[in-house]
């Protein structure tokens, strides 16, 4: 039997989100036997996945399957599901797979469970741990079908290197492609260059506190000083300060990084809906009484303009000693 | 034009979550039910295709009789009538089935609007499975929709770090979130409307079997975060020594 992950890639290559499920399925298949598989379409390195423990890469090398399609992609998946034998399929939080998530659902007549942070307690009572209310709650839940679709939380398990040795397999089961007769992609926009939001390490986020959007020239810089993706609050979104992309909450997007910096961000409820996920929060704000400070792990009362600038000298100075 | 609007009830934003029963159950105690945030989205667009192109817009809800204060508030904001499906929507498969089950009863509805999760279990995958269930297209976290020529429409979704435009047919499921409107175009009932939604017809139906596929056994509280480490805004090295040292994250 085998566990298979759908294995997505970012630029053509094996992404994060990829990794963090093979890392799962590698750490439950190390409990139960199982072999990993991962089905990718036309990844460019599909190697990569065995060093995240993955034993064999069904890669789909039909062009006309080169970009994301819900109906197709859940096809073959399907089909790899048949072929594998496998009894728990994983997929990652993207919004690609969050699309496909009940399609293959339905495809291999699984019981679907989504935003799961935890590996199954034990395989003849399958429960797994997921965040409900929007982080505020983990509800304990059992799958009580043969067949098992887990969408995992981005960031909640992380990446863990186990090589193994794998092989690559070229994977073109036959799909109906009249899929695609009445639903064409007509226009992509993608912001490039900058690290997407939902998938970065390190978010530095900012908010009302910073006055005015000609401040963020020193946000911008602390985030490329640690690599990191820049978001905001909803005024400042609203404001017309910052792209509506950058706005995270209850009402903007969900994000988990490891690392959440909020400069002059008072730490509302439906903010921190957006970003209670993080591992590790940092606040900067110039009031000691700012609700943030309640939900983050290391604080300093300061005024932005003072302690922000600092900060990017620090950091700069840290890792040229790297 | 037909469209039908699913809509769930859900816990508003601010609630204090907890549990009770030694945590087996959600305490409803003193909640505030609002209508989920994504499916609002979608009921202000479908009042715009109404308003637009001529529309029925019925809103469909799988709850006990306790949604139905939100019901009417949809009722309000200008859905025609509603549909009520009398069972507690405990699993996603069992409620998707609910639906699946009247919408194959009521074939004429083109388009069927819904959030891309609720907010409560955040499952994402009720509409989803719905839409699969009745061999229909869908759509997910739409960020955009317009009627082109006949039957033909552009959709917009959104994508990791940003977005994909679509041309496809009705009938369709799409799964609406923030952007699919501007925040100020959202609606709130108004005097009248809550008048008249008491006038409106809301048709109460029994459910259908179905099987459940996934069972919450227990909740529990996110571990709750240590106390936060003050640091000096004259000791920056501190921070930078925490975050490489203890977090591990730099
Ligand atoms: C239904 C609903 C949904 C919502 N959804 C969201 C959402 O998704 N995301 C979201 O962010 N908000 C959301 N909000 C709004 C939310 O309630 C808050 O109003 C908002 O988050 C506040 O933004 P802010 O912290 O940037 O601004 P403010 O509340 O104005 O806070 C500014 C902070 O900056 C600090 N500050 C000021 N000057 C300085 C300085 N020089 N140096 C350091 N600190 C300084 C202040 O002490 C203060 O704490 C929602 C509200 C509602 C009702
Ligand atoms: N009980 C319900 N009644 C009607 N529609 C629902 C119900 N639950 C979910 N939906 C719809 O399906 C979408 C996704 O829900 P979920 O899978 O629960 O996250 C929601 O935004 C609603 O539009």
Redesign the interface.
Known sequence: MSILIYAEKQNGKVSKGAKELASYARAYADKTGDQVVAVGFSLENPEELFQYGVNKVLNVTNDKLKDFNAFAYSHVIKEAVDKENSKMVLISSSNDSIYAGPIIAQYIDAGYVSNVISLPEDSDHFVVKRKVFTSKGIAYTAILTDKKLLRISKNSFGIAEKAVDGSVEEFNPPVDLSVYDEYKVVNVEKVTGKVPLTDADIIVSAGRGLKGPENWGMIEELADVLGAATACSKPVADLGWRPHQEHVGQTGKQVAPNLYIAVGISGAIQHLAGVNGSKYMVVINNDPEAPFFKAADYGIVGDAFEVVPKLIEKLKAYKANQ | MKILLLMSSV?D??SK?N?TDGDTK?DENGIQWVIN?HDEFALTKAMQLKEKHGAELVVLNVGTAKTEPVIRKVLAIGADRAVRIDVEPTD??FT?VQIADYINKHPEFDLIMAG?ES???????????A???TNK?????VIGFEMKDGNTV?VS?????????????LPLVIGGQ??LVK?EELRIPNMRGIMMARKKPLEVLPAVEAE???????????PV??S??????DN??E??D???NE?K??
């Open positions: 816990p934003t601010t979550i549990f959600f945030p996603s498969y998707a891309k907010i409560d279990f955040n499952g994402g995958m009720v509409h989803g499975m839409a699969e269930m297209k869908f759509v997910n976290a552009e979704r959104e994508i990791e770090g940003g977005k994909e435009t679509i041309e496809t047919t923030k952007g925040e459940v596929r996934t069972k919450i056994e227990k909740f529990e509280k996110p975060k240590g936060i480490k003050m640091i000096d805004k920056l090295d921070l930078i925490l975050l490489h977090a994250v730099i």
